[in-house]
């Protein structure tokens, strides 16, 4: 982590927890104005580690007989996918769940991008509300990548409707669901959905990025940003300990039965990543030293965010970036895995 710091990084939180208890650390700022340290308890925006909560919700709902994976999303969303090659009526569930779907990703839309996540494009609309189907529409003014299930491409446009689906089978709102089902029976009390706040809970730290790709040097402080923006793809928030409760409690069948376990640990190959499979809202991947470990990575503008565990429940790891130019975020998973120090706790 301190490596990580000195090479640029403003500040890491992080926590690691196993048989021999917790472990909490933090190292540089949480401010690059004031110098304030990073800290231990900091909650942030988890982007894309959002997706497992979505998934175990989904999964937890065909459990209780309300929808099947295989359903196709027309039977929920009537209508909404069609368009331009794209046809839900061939799209099904567990498609949009492990990314298998070939919908396009709206976030790489280019006039989105530079809307919505780059240089003075973002600094202007970062408090924009955008609903659910704002997403959908950009991403079905794009042909798809590829005939659903022949193929794999990471698409967070997959969770917009999943989490459209989830609002259309529970007849409450996705924040509602994953705060019933989730948040509340793990009494994880640093998670939230933020709807469309533009704050963080504190204690927490502020967020950097580098939106001007002519100007590599410049950070903006990007901390406040509208939570719709991410919805059900990645609009999070959590801490660190909160992630690791979370992950422990989901691989010991806490949430889910052992068939809908088993459903999100079947996993698919991405063929641009070696060593990583995905399965449904979980990512399946091996540390240098040959460790099999589950989770998901999370990236947002001035977030960069893993959260890892052992198939057992036994190991659990997840930290934070609070700047989001970073490449690799595997040395500090790698340390923790593979080091052979131990820890002080």
């Not at 079905?140 to 990548?145: G, Y």
Request: hydrophobic share 30%; aromatic share 8%.
């Amino acid at each position: 982590m301190d490596a990580a710091v000195q090479a640029g990084v403003p500040g890491i939180t992080a926590q690691a927890r196993d048989a021999n208890g917790v472990w909490k650390a933090a190292s540089g700022v949480g401010n690059l104005k004031t110098g304030q340290p990073r800290g231990k308890h900091d909650r942030f925006r988890v982007g894309s580690i959002t997706k497992t909560f979505v998934a175990t919700v989904l999964l937890q709902m065909e459990a209780e007989g309300r929808l099947d994976l295989d359903d196709k999303v027309e039977r929920h969303l009537p209508g909404m996918v069609r368009g331009n090659g794209n046809d839900g009526r061939k799209i099904s569930v567990r498609q949009l769940l492990n990314h298998t779907s070939g919908l396009f990703d709206y976030l790489s839309d280019k006039k989105y991008s530079r809307t919505y996540l780059e240089g003075d494009g973002y600094l202007r609309h970062r408090y924009d509300t955008l609903p659910p189907r704002k997403h959908v529409q950009v991403a079905l003014s794009h042909k798809p990548n590829f005939r659903p299930g022949t193929g794999f491409s990471y698409s967070n446009t997959n969770y917009v409707l999943a989490g459209l689906i989830i609002e259309k089978v529970g007849k409450r709102t996705y924040e509602k669901e994953v705060h019933e089902r989730i948040i509340k029976p793990l009494g994880l009390k640093e998670t939230s959905n933020p709807g469309n706040g533009v704050h963080l809970p504190r204690p927490s730290s502020r967020g950097y990025a580098k939106l001007f790709r002519t100007q590599p040097n410049r950070i903006d402080d990007i901390t406040e940003m509208n939570g719709s923006q991410g919805w059900a793809d990645g609009d999070i928030i959590s801490s660190a300990g909160d992630l690791t409760r979370f992950y422990r409690a989901l691989m010991r069948g806490k949430l889910l039965p052992p068939r809908q376990l088993k459903a999100m640990k079947t996993t698919v190959n991405d063929p641009e990543s070696t060593g990583f499979a995905y399965g449904l809202g979980l990512g399946k991947l091996t540390t240098s030293c040959g460790t099999t470990l589950w989770g998901h990575a999370g990236g947002m503008v001035g977030w960069l965010s893993m959260a890892v565990t052992t198939e057992d429940g036994r190991h659990q790891l997840a930290y934070n970036y609070n700047g989001d130019w970073v490449e690799d975020l595997s040395p500090i998973m790698n340390a923790e895995y593979c080091g052979t120090s131990s820890r002080s706790r």
